[in-house]
Structure formats: C-alpha cells, structure tokens
C-alpha cells in the first residue's frame, strides 16, 4: 500500500522520513559491516534485494478481481531477518518511485515505515514468538506474513489518518475511515500472502538447505532451521 | 517499468550532467508541497510536461501513460477526504465541503509532485542517479549494492515472466487455490535461481580478483553550470508566480 508522491503535507513527509531513517542507518551499518567481513555476502544481498523487487511486482491470484500485489515483508523479515529488510526494503521502494512512479521520494520515509520497518518487525517477532510455543513452522510463517501485512496496512492507514484528520470525529474517526477502505481488498490479500510465503518456504526447506545455510550471515534463519 | 527505463536511456536529454535534471525537479517537488496546491499545481504540471515533450522529447503518450497509474490511485482515493463519519448518536456518513477543499487540494498536490518525479525518471537513468547518494554520506559499498539489484531486476524479471507463462499455459492459474501454490513455487524458484546467480557471480568475480570493491567505467560528462543557472531560474520563476497569483485570489 503506497502513499502517492506528494500526497502527504511537507510536514508529515519530513517527520516520518525522520522516524524512518534510524532504522534503515543501522540496517545499512550492519550490512556494511557484513559486506566488509565477507565480500560475497554483497552479491548475495544483490541477489536477494532484486528478488524482493521482483516478488513485490509479482500480480498475485485475488479474489476481489483488482490487480494486487505482495508485500514480500513476511517473508523477507523471515529469509533476512528486519534489520537487513529495513536496508532491502527501503532500496526496494527507492526501485518503485524510480522506476515505477509507485510511491515517491517525499512520501518514502512513510512507506518505509509501515513496509520496511513495522510490516518486517512484527512478522519477525511473531516468528520468533510462535516458534518458542513450538508452533509448527507452516502455522508461524502464515501468522508471521499475514499479521505482517495487516500491520503495514494499519500503520498506512494511521499515517493517513494522522495527516487528514475527519473534520467531525478526527484522528480517530478517520483511522476507522482509512482502515474501512483498506479492510475489502486488503484482508483477503493479507490471507494471500500468508499462504504463498508458506509454499515458498516448504519449497525452500525442501529443496534449498543447502542455499539455506548460506544464509547463516543472517542468522535469524537458525531459529527456523533448527526447529525444522 | 521497461518503457520507463528504456526513455531514461535514450531521451535527448540523456547525457546531460544528473545534477541539471535531479536539483530543478527537486526543487520543483519541495516548492509544489510547500506552497498552495491550486496555484502552482497547474503551472508544475505544465512545466513538466513541457520539459520531457518538448525538452527531452519523449513522447506525450508515453509521459501520460507513467502518470495514469498514481492518477487513477488518486481519483479512487483522494474522494474520501470528502466524506466524513460521526461515531455519536449511532454511525452516520455526511459529505464535507471542507473536506473536499481538501480532497481537491491533496488531488492537485499529489499529481503535480508525481510529474515532478516522472520528468525526473524519464530523463535520467537510475545508474545516473545512484552514484550521487554518495555525495550525501551513503556509504561506497551500498551505492554498489544498490547498482548491483538494478542490474540483476531485469534479469529476474525476466526469469519471473518466463516462468509464469509456462505455467499459465499448464493451467496453472486456472483457480484461486491453485494460483497461490503456482505463486508460491514461482517465487520459491526464483529465489533459489537469485542464490545460484549469486554464487556463479562471486565465483566469476573471485576468478577476476574480486576484493569487495567493483570497478567499473562511469560515463563523464560536464555539469554545464549555464543550464543549470537557467534551469533553477525557471523554478524560481514558478514558484514565485504561484505565491503572487495566491496573494492575488487572497
């Protein structure tokens, strides 16, 4: 769920470019850093951040009949772990200004928030919440995309509640507004999401272990694979 | 996303210095948000429009098939600045002329930035782009890293449509269900291809003496600091047609 280039007043688009951007500094100090220590982790981050970009354009199957697509947070917060998906995340949505006109430069700290940062987050935290009550690893990784992508669009429709409050009931009034239009097509897609990053990483799991342990310059990824 | 890269690359203005088409549409973008959108929108989308038609030569239909996208978002979404909800004494719905100013003000905002943002993509090529985050304190390495997955999207890309013809042609989008597991194995493959491409790059690289850092040839050209004058003169100009014109209907 982007917001448009331009739709937010200049004040709000500076405020969440200022809460944004900590986040996405230590993602990029820490990718450095690994960069640094390993050369080829920066071929695999390559790798992994042009798949991002490619999975987000993917249309996906909906049953609302519009053309929707995936958010890829879920599973990035899974595969890379947020602090490396807030880094992934906001090249990602840089890629979709510049080269899709989707979103924009003065409204990018905004949608790097709700889909860089709290989408990644809280499908991270569920993982990790899930998988220490010995859930089984296909129930965590739908919980983790679904209620990552519900988080991301609450969060859009919170800032857009926030910069056009109701002129009758508010900031409040109008999150109710915001997350009513959002709830038709997004909920369904949320499901979606859940179930398709649950195919990716059965597939994954039983095909890539090897590629899989590559993945140990992430370690969150240990957390899934010992449990499995 | 093709036909957006493919003007980058070849419009007129193609191989005039970033800095002369990034800092007027920047600036541009911060003078459409700061002053009154039903001013200096109209006089923005103008002078875009007339930038990359005239200016870049990129066709008219091209530029208004970018914009058509985030218009059509904006026609859907921009109306329910308008409505208002009451929550006291049960749940009503009522239309509010403020809410509409507002709704009109947000719409004409909204699209004159992103012909700002457009004017800008359709001249300039990404790679152009990138290399000047390093003139802000963006580290070396992630400028390469950034250059890296726009050279590897359009391979991806590529895989990804590939692959999904074949398996629409196995029927493999005939039903809901049965497009979600197709999407799943779609994207499942596609990261393991993206992990196997990584390995064949290091390994080519390591071969080549790769150290952490890439080398590679970057295009020079002048900044002409006369275009660049003339250019912001003229953003000057509009911005400070606007703020008399508000001044005037004031």
């Known amino acids: 769920m982007h917001i448009a280039e331009g739709f937010l007043p200049p004040l709000h688009a500076a405020v969440w470019t200022a809460v944004a951007l900590p986040f996405v500094i230590a993602g990029a100090r820490r990718a450095n850093r690994l960069m640094q220590d390993q050369p080829q982790t920066k071929l695999l981050l390559a790798a992994s951040g042009a798949f991002a970009f490619v999975l987000s354009a993917l249309k996906l199957p909906s049953v609302t009949g519009s053309c929707s697509h995936a958010t890829g947070a879920g599973l990035g917060a899974i595969l890379f772990g947020p602090s490396v998906m807030a880094l992934l995340g906001t090249i990602v949505l840089l890629f979709q200004a510049l080269l899709l006109a989707h979103g924009g430069l003065t409204t990018l700290g905004a949608n790097v928030f709700s889909m860089a940062i709290v989408g990644p987050w809280v499908a991270y935290g569920l993982l990790r919440g899930t998988q220490r009550l010995h859930a089984p690893l296909a129930v965590s990784v739908f919980l983790a995309a679904m209620l990552g992508d519900m988080a991301t669009y609450a969060v859009t429709a919170g800032q857009l509640a926030l910069a056009f409050p109701d002129p009758a009931s508010g900031v409040a009034g109008s999150f109710i507004k915001f997350i009513g239009i959002f709830a038709p097509t997004q909920l369904p897609l949320a499901v979606i999401e859940g179930l398709l990053t649950v195919v990716i990483v059965n597939l994954l799991q039983q095909y890539s272990q090897n590629e899989l342990r590559e993945l140990q310059a992430f370690p969150q990824w240990s957390a899934v694979e010992i449990r499995s | ?250």
């Open chain 2, 1 to 250: 996303m093709q036909a957006i890269d493919h003007h980058a690359w070849t419009n007129r203005w193609r191989n005039r210095h970033p800095v002369e088409k990034l800092l007027p549409a920047l600036t541009l973008l911060a003078l459409t948000l700061a002053l009154p959108p039903l001013t200096i929108g109209p006089l923005v989308l103008a002078a875009t429009l007339l930038a990359t038609v005239r200016g870049a030569g990129i066709p008219l239909k091209t530029v208004l098939s970018v914009l058509a996208a985030p218009a059509a978002f904006l026609l859907a979404g921009a109306p329910f600045l308008a409505i208002s909800v009451r929550f006291h004494d049960g749940f009503s719905v009522q239309f509010s002329p403020d809410g509409l100013r507002l709704a009109v003000d947000t719409m004409v905002r909204a699209l004159a930035a992103t012909s700002c943002l457009t004017a800008l993509i359709l001249t300039t090529p990404l790679t152009d782009l990138v290399p000047l985050l390093r003139r802000v304190g963006v580290p070396t390495g992630i400028v390469e890293l950034i250059l890296l997955i726009y050279r590897l999207i359009f391979v991806f890309a590529e895989r990804a449509l590939t692959g999904r013809q074949a398996q629409a042609a196995r029927l493999g989008y005939s039903s809901v269900p049965r497009g979600i597991r197709s999407a799943g194995w779609l994207a499942g493959a596609l990261f393991q291809r993206a992990l196997e491409r990584a390995q064949r790059l290091e390994l080519g690289l390591t071969a080549r003496g790769y150290a952490g850092e890439l080398r590679v040839l970057p295009s020079e050209c002048a900044l002409s600091w006369s275009r660049l004058a003339l250019s912001m003169t003229l953003v000057g100009l509009i911005g400070l047609t606007s703020s008399l014109l508000a001044r005037g209907l004031a």
